[in-house]
């Protein structure tokens, strides 16, 4: 502090002298921010500041309040504001002045007006609508620096709902003759679009305008809203990828002007932009990727010089090398240049090098072991960030050999790390890799994942310990070894229990009670008795949460045989009995039932039982009886949790707001009383569930139903899937592991150490052509023996030396699980594809961008739940159209479904074609739904046999249709599907087609009075207020532009009162969309509601389109 | 993107705070304490980079000054460094030989260059030329001033 304040001093001089200093500020000796700067360097008490400021604020309040001040004064009252709110003193009273200085001073007086407010309020604040209204005055000044202060302000802050306000009036400026207006205005449309997407949608068009902008500073501008929007959705702009290259080209050839250029390297930052958009668009992409080879192979070159900013570029470069399809010659000169970054001296760039080796040894792990030497240096690096870099590249070449090794080190990090968000991380990765290698004739897995469940504690991953528990539930393929397994954990935990277990995390005291539950009774030697009482006084600690507490019961259930334990059990069951946790309580009965009736609980808790598969009734049909008699006398039927809370809001705000309803106030406390009775019922039943019957009553249902995350973990392993393909799969493995041959040890070295640790590192890398990375199943193909040789060799390596010659590391059962997973999905969607009577699949998709996440979704699944399929195939013949260039589009009206003819369809038309077929589709608007016709259209000579439906003969059309609902409402909504047929030649082909329909399509009106209309609207949570522009062309605007908007969209008007309208439609049968509309000042105020999300802002795209069409 | 830039002494002293996405009072209280901690008791020689939980922390330090600036994790941290660089760049042509006391004495104007420079989180205009012309053409601007001399001055 004291040198500040004699630097203060000593540089005050020459401060004030500096006012005939060019561009610097003009600071007078008497200003009063100077003279508060000064107050407070004097100071040397933190109360003493504090008294100041408070004084400050005081004298800044008066002022600001009085009529008197101009707002020259002002725009200094607001400066000494900010400063003290960084100083970190709360000066709110100030905000509401700051937007009226941004609102009625003069250009320099509105900036720090603007800037005041962009620093006091965040986009939140209710203040800031406040704003609204200047910021649109601004947009619309003539002077230019006005507009710059305006979009500004808009993208670092502006309230999410008023975007659509001034949207039209930012997208003008994209038009704007000044090209800084133009790019702050791509700018704002790039903040619009992260924390609005939908409202700016519409634009799309616009921003490729921005784009081929022939300013370089505003294509730069766009170049943020690209890459986000291909990052969403890559194939959609696969047909930019050549504009980009030929920007880039450009760039690095450095064709623009010297003012893009940074330290003497041309627009750098416009560089890494475009290269981070090419890695998206080349990924997985061979024909894309190849267009950007040369341009890659010349940023590399070019980039050359020694300066941080040309390194920047080429790990930019070097990443998209590995991200897109890859060509060798490129990969070689991309690895050499990661070889530079490694070697360096420089500390920023070894720790980029690392970040770029984790990324690439995915693809190629022989690369880390070129570094190897490198990689151990930076292990034992002073700075603890290159040392967690380090072991995130570790952590990708793990493979059976050095896991040991590996998670050694990560354990020693994360002894020394104290950071919560690291320690969360990596303890997930060390249970990962040793869950994936579990080493299980080894301790070695027990005792890390006892590290990591003490050191991780409560913060880590809740399906750490569930998946620990699963692994040794389930066991492995030797009776014998999972019994040691389970041996060695119960070993390993008596003596934490019998030591200080308060210390342990909740976590691990969980797994340790279901552990010793389980198979504590495996040690001979030990007495339950005295487990029981280990276990008791986890109990009695004062920091057990309940849930630790009823997993103890639950162990102790297990573990009581009478007798001896009697008395302790007996005691514990009478202290919980009366538990106000219903779930302890339950568990305790549980206990005292079991403990006298020993017979019983063998059958409900068999000693050593396999995880079984249970057979879950989830719609609880043997429930069925009780509820039909329940109903018989009388009961309301039940109501979902959601509906009724639902109903409750609904409630809650009417008797909020009376009287500002038009609903009779009977009507509504009706409403209540009759709804409490299915309330008092769900809760009767719910503690009739509670109570029920033990005896004799086989559990098959979990107790998911009524205890949904207190679920002992006994009942998870008992309705874990069996994995059948395991076993012999590992078995297999394991056969062929053992004739494998044994390489030789490396020879000692001077740095032994070192190359010791390298040794058990980076083992098994060079051999192998491919790394078991994580995430991936794909079995190692082969696995070296090392010979055990005691050269004097350091702890770790002979760590290692115990699992390699031991040879195990099966493919973990997380592994083969995904497997699995993987193995069914198929066989469920072969099965759909066989079953369904026409091998069409179709999607609905929310978008464009969720289009592939939705489609493999229902290939998976196999039906998706949007789509009814209607199984109308008709194979029309081939009629009077035998010449195939005759058979456009106007013919196939004809071939329209009888029923479907009479009503009104949209164009057919033409999807998309190959040799033998031509697509085409049309919809068609049903009262009640969407019918989606496809036209498959034989142009061939032969006929081609459609799977099964039969056969399409040549130059003939079958029409298939399909019934759309939609899930989730989109601006246009997009369906994918697939065709797939097969030749008389025997060969299958699929052809693949999207289809777009506005949402408008799927809306119809929807018939309401005025009073259920008032009920339904406070009822639904999803809402948007938007102005749109009224029809002024006659008297009635309102009732013209609800009229037009009623034709367009096939809304119903329920009624028109004075400047107020209320509008009903719904989306087909049922999710409604209620529009409330007003006029106010020339403008259409709408607000909709709707109980979907995102179909207000949906509809009102449509309203603004369908108004501005006319 | 960037999500905030933090300027502090080497007292942990907070001399300019910009948020470029919407975050509570608390939340900015907590990243200002933990920024000035963690930067400060950083070793000289370390690296320029640090985890917060899931951002990357970039940090340089000039004469008595710490700049600090928070990036999504999937940026460029030298790029990052080198946007520091600019800053201080831009503030140096600006100020002449700028110092700690110009920050403090005149704050407002550090945040009227950092708001030409970056926008919404991103780079928008990296010339000095250009970002130093527009804001002394603003700073010239008088009471009664007529934008035609703005325009002349600002978009040549």
């Not at chain 1, 000066?91 to 937007?99: D, E, M, T």
């Not at chain 1, 539930?473 to 030797?478: H, N, Q, R």
């Not at chain 1, 107790?703 to 994995?723: I, T």
């Amino acid at each position: 502090m004291s040198d500040v304040v004699e630097k203060t001093l000593t540089a005050l001089p020459s401060l004030l002298s500096l006012d005939s200093h060019p561009g610097s500020a003009k600071l007078s000796s008497t200003s009063k921010l100077g003279n508060l700067i000064r107050g407070i360097t004097e100071l040397t008490s933190k109360h003493e500041e504090e008294k100041l400021i408070q004084h400050e604020l005081l004298a800044i309040k008066e002022q600001v309040s009085s009529p008197n001040t101009t707002m020259r004064q002002m725009k200094e009252l607001m400066v000494r504001s900010i400063y003290c709110e960084m100083l970190g003193y709360e000066a709110s009273f100030s905000y509401i002045h700051a937007i009226k200085l941004a609102q009625q001073g003069t250009v320099l007086e509105k900036r720090v007006g603007y800037l005041a407010v962009s620093l006091f309020l965040n986009e939140s604040h209710e203040l800031l609508l406040l704003l609204v209204n200047t910021v649109l005055k601004d947009l619309q000044s003539t002077n230019l620096i006005e507009v710059c202060m305006a979009l500004t302000v808009v993208s670092q802050m502006f309230p999410k709902d008023m975007i659509p306000a001034i949207l039209p009036l930012v997208e003008e400026k994209l038009n704007h003759p000044k090209e800084i207006i133009r790019r702050k205005a791509v700018l704002a449309l790039y903040k619009f679009y992260l924390i609005a997407p939908n409202q700016v949608q519409h634009i799309h068009n616009k921003f490729r305008k921005a784009l081929c902008d022939k300013d370089p500073g505003v294509m730069t501008a766009s170049l943020h809203i690209y890459l986000q929007m291909i990052q969403e959705n890559p194939e959609a702009y696969k047909d930019l990828t050549p504009s980009f290259v030929t920007i880039l080209k450009q760039v690095v050839g450095g064709k623009l002007p010297m003012d893009f250029n940074y330290h003497t390297v041309p627009a750098p930052w416009l560089q890494i932009q475009l290269l981070r958009i090419l890695s998206l668009l080349g990924k997985n992409d061979q024909s894309t990727s190849e267009v950007m080879y040369e341009v890659l192979d010349e940023s590399l070159q070019r980039a050359e010089m020694n300066h941080n900013i040309t390194y920047a570029i080429l790990y930019e470069c070097v990443k998209c090398i590995y991200t897109i399809h890859p060509k060798s010659d490129l990969l070689e000169k991309a690895a050499k240049c990661i070889g530079n970054f490694v070697l360096s001296p420089k500390i920023n760039l070894k720790y980029l090098g690392l970040k770029a080796l984790t990324y690439v040894v995915q693809q190629d792990p022989k690369l880390a072991l070129q570094h190897q030497m490198t990689i151990i240096e930076c292990l034992d690096h002073p700075d603890l960030i290159i040392k967690r870099e380090t072991l995130e590249l570790l952590f990708r070449i793990t493979n059976g050999q050095n896991v040991t090794v590996i998670v050694e080190k990560m354990l020693e990090f994360l002894c020394i790390s104290e950071d919560d968000h690291t320690t969360i991380d990596l303890v997930g990765k060390v249970a990962e890799l040793a869950e994936k290698y579990p080493l299980k004739y080894n301790e070695w897995f027990i005792e890390t994942m006892n590290t990591v469940f003490s050191l991780g504690g409560d913060m880590m991953q809740p399906d750490i310990p569930n998946s620990f528990l699963k692994l040794l539930s389930e066991g492995f393929d030797s009776v014998e070894e999972d019994r040691k397994l389970r041996l060695f954990a119960v070993n390993s935990y008596i003596p934490l229990l019998r030591g200080e277990p308060g210390k342990l995390p909740q976590r691990f005291l969980q797994v340790i009670s279901w552990v010793l539950g389980e198979y504590s009774h495996l040690r001979e030697d030990l007495e339950p008795a005295e487990v029981l009482s280990l276990l008791a006084k986890l109990l009695d600690m004062k920091n057990s949460s309940s849930e630790t507490k009823s997993w103890v019961l639950m162990a102790m259930t297990k573990l009581c045989k009478g007798g001896a334990d009697a008395s302790v059990t007996q005691e514990v069951s009478e202290t919980y009995s009366s538990s106000l946790d219903t779930v302890l309580r339950q568990r305790a009965h549980e206990l005292q039932y079991l403990s006298q009736d020993p017979e019983l609980r063998a059958r409900v808790l068999p000693r050593g039982a396999k995880p079984e598969t249970l057979e879950v009734d989830s719609s609880l049909s043997f429930l069925d009886r009780f509820v039909s008699e329940a109903l018989a006398a009388g009961a309301a039927p039940y109501k979902p949790p959601h509906q009724r809370q639902e109903e409750l809001d609904q409630s809650k705000a009417l008797s909020l707001e009376p009287y500002g309803l038009s609903l009779p106030i009977s009507m509504s406390s009706c409403s209540i009383t009759d709804r409490q009775s299915p309330t008092l019922l769900s809760m009767s039943s719910g503690l009739s569930g509670d109570t029920l019957k033990l005896d004799g009553i086989k559990r098959v249902w979990g107790r998911e139903g009524y205890l949904a995350q207190r679920e002992p973990v006994e009942e998870a392993a008992q309705v874990e899937v069996p994995s059948p393909i395991q076993s012999p799969g590992r078995q297999g493995e394991g056969d062929s592991l053992h004739s494998q041959t044994p390489t030789q040890t490396p020879t000692p070295e001077p740095e032994q150490e070192k190359q010791q640790l390298a040794s058990s590192l980076f083992v098994g890398l060079a051999s192998q052509s491919s790394v078991s990375l994580m995430g991936k199943s794909e079995p190692m193909p082969q696995r070296f023996r090392r010979k055990a040789k005691g050269q004097g060799l350091g702890s770790s390596f002979i760590a290692n030396e115990q699992i390699s010659s031991s040879l195990i590391s099966p493919p973990s059962a997380v592994d083969n699980l995904l497997c699995n997973n993987l193995l069914d999905s198929n066989n469920a969607s072969e099965l759909a594809e066989q079953t369904s009577q026409l091998s069409q699949s179709l999607t609905t998709a929310n978008g464009t961008c969720h289009a592939e996440a939705e489609l493999t979704e229902s290939d998976t699944k196999g039906c998706n739940p949007a789509l009814r399929r209607d199984n109308c195939v008709v194979a029309a013949g081939p009629g009077p159209h035998n010449d195939p260039g005759r058979l456009t589009e106007v013919c196939l009206d004809s071939y329209l479904p009888a029923e479907l003819s009479g009503l009104s369809h949209s164009e057919i038309a033409p999807l998309c074609a190959n040799q033998s077929l031509n697509l085409s589709a049309c919809h068609v608007q049903k009262e009640d739904s969407l019918i989606l016709v496809v036209f498959i259209m034989n142009s061939s000579e032969s006929a081609i046999q459609q799977i099964p439906a039969g056969e399409v003969t040549s130059y003939s059309v079958a029409v298939g249709q399909y019934s759309l609902t939609v899930k989730r409402p989109a601006v246009h909504v997009e369906v994918v599907g697939t065709v797939s047929y097969q030749l008389p030649a025997g060969t299958s082909q699929s052809l693949q087609f999207s289809y777009k329909v506005p949402l408008t399509s799927f809306i119809r009106p929807f018939v309401v009075s005025t009073e259920e209309y008032g009920t339904m609207w406070l009822s639904f949570s999803h809402d948007t207020k938007q102005n749109l522009t009224l029809i002024n062309d006659n008297q009635e605007p309102l009732t013209a532009t609800l009229n037009a908007l009623k034709k367009k969209l096939q809304l119903h008007v329920v009624e028109v009162i004075g400047m107020e309208g209320i509008v009903a439609c719904r989306l087909l049968q049922d999710l409604p969309c209620l529009m409330h509309c007003r006029v106010n000042a020339g403008w259409l105020a709408v607000w909709l509601r709707s109980p979907v999300p995102d179909l207000p802002d949906c509809l009102i795209y449509h309203c603004q389109r369908a108004l501005q069409s006319l | 993107m960037m999500r905030f830039m933090l300027l502090f002494s080497r007292q942990g002293k907070l001399r300019l705070q910009k948020w470029f996405t919407s975050m509570s009072e608390r939340e900015k209280k907590k990243i200002i304490r933990d920024m000035t901690t963690m930067v400060l008791a950083r070793q000289p020689r370390s690296c320029n980079f640090m985890q917060w939980k899931d951002l990357k922390i970039v940090y340089k330090r000039y004469a008595s000054l710490y700049f600090c600036l928070g990036v999504e994790s999937q940026e460029n941290e030298l790029l990052a460094l080198e946007i520091i660089h600019r800053y201080v760049e831009l503030l140096d042509k600006y100020f002449g030989n700028v110092c700690e006391l110009d920050i403090i004495f005149n704050f407002e104007k550090a945040y009227f260059i950092l708001d030409e420079f970056l926008m919404g989180g991103e780079i928008q205009e990296t010339s000095k030329q250009i970002v130093n012309r527009s804001i002394e053409a603003s700073d010239m601007l008088q009471e009664d001033d007529i934008s035609e001399w703005y325009e002349v001055e600002l978009f040549g």
